[in-house]
């Protein structure tokens, strides 16, 4: 099938625009988590870990921020998209120990799975401080 645009020139932009949008959806849900909802997350995770719930609340909150932000930046973004996958396996297979409004549904962290996968695949795109090997 052709296409309306048949010159492919802004090819490494769409890699940037994938980075770039789940950068700032993991920044933005992290900061979230943290500032706003902590401490009704820290009641869910208590449930599970009354010890731990304060700290594992935190340490969600900062992972999750810095797998953002290096996506969003573009470095080290292969290892980010990795990390990012794995993150959101395991929030797709803990979803039910964990129900909470401010945790998002399971369709998002299986899109999250598939941009991760393809930016792992293909790499950052244009304006990262990732260099092509």
């Given at each position: 099938m052709l296409n309306l645009f048949p010159t492919m020139f802004l090819s490494l932009f769409a890699h940037a625009l994938l980075r770039?949008?789940?950068?700032?959806?993991?920044?933005y849900l992290g900061c979230r988590h943290l500032f706003?909802?902590?401490a009704s997350l820290q009641k869910?995770?208590?449930?599970?870990?009354?010890?731990?719930?304060?700290f594992?609340?935190?340490?969600?909150?900062?992972?999750?921020?810095l797998i953002g932000g290096l996506i969003f930046v573009g470095a080290w973004t292969q290892v980010a998209?990795?990390?990012a996958m794995a993150l959101s396996?395991?929030?797709l297979v803990l979803r039910k120990h964990f129900a909470h409004p401010a945790i998002p549904?399971?369709?998002?962290?299986?899109?999250?799975?598939?941009?991760?996968?393809s930016l792992f695949i293909t790499g950052a795109g244009a304006f990262a401080f990732d260099l092509p090997l």
């Open positions: 770039i949008v789940l950068g700032g959806i993991f920044i706003k909802d902590r869910t995770f208590a449930q599970h870990w009354p010890r731990l719930a304060p594992l609340v935190r340490y969600f909150c900062v992972v999750e921020i998209a990795v990390a396996v395991k929030m549904r399971p369709l998002f962290y299986v899109l999250v799975i598939g941009v991760s996968a």
